[in-house]
Structure formats: C-alpha cells, structure tokens
C-alpha cells in the first residue's frame, strides 16, 4: 500500500513539472511570435 502511495506521490509530481514546462514554452512561443512581427514591422517600416 506504502508503495502505491508514493507511486501516486511520484506521478503527481511529475504532472505538476509537466504542467510548468508547458508554462514555459507557452511564454516562450510567446515571446517569438512578439519579436517575429517586432522585427516584421520594423522591416517593413524601414525600408
């Protein structure tokens, strides 16, 4: 039962470090697309 406990703990864990990479690469597809039309604009801009 013990063992089952900590598998469960164990799962639980690692869905939550799942759940924080998909934070992150959220912001970061993010932060790409703001500076891909950024530098879009600016190109379009400035020539």
Not at 4 to 32: D, G, M, S
Request: zero cysteines; proline letters at 0%; charged letters at 30%.
């Amino acid at each position: 039962m013990e063992l089952l406990h900590l598998a469960q703990q164990r799962i639980k864990e690692l869905e939550e470090r799942i759940e924080a990479q998909k934070r992150q690469i959220k912001e970061l597809e993010e932060k790409f697309l703001f500076l891909f039309l950024f530098f879009s604009l600016a190109f379009i801009l400035w020539s």
